[in-house]
């Protein structure tokens, strides 16, 4: 399986930019309103009834969970990725707000196909992983 959606970790000050996805135990290090893509698996989608149609995501890679807002007009955009997606990237502006990050999602893209190689006989990890040093 390719990593080609991840970027090594790049030299200190500096955070992997779209499409390139940022493991999500550094959405701390790009200021609020940056635009950064966060990568991963699908562990929640809430649409609390109180939240006017938005609905949130939590996505996990292996060093954390990401926290992704999907407004309303997003979701009509992305809906079969938001509804059915197992692996998510999802580009948009970082937020902080009362010590939570999160992402709000402008791009949703569903990498779920990727998963399926993880099933075939013939697969090896490449070693390539959220975070590595080149």
Known sequence: MSADWLTPTPRPGRWPRPPAALPAARLNEPPAGARVCVAGLVLLRQRP??????????????????????????????????????????????????????????????????????????FKPDGVRAGDQP
């Open 49 to 122: 009834g109180t939240a006017k149609g938005v609905i949130f995501v939590t996505l996990e890679d292996e060093t954390g969970t990401a926290n992704v807002v999907v407004w309303a007009n997003i979701y009509e955009r992305f809906r079969r990725a938001v509804i059915a997606g197992r692996l998510l990237r999802v580009t948009g502006r970082l937020q902080r707000e009362a010590g939570v990050v999160h992402v709000v999602a402008e791009v949703i893209e569903d990498l779920s196909p990727l998963l399926d190689r993880l099933l075939r006989p013939a």
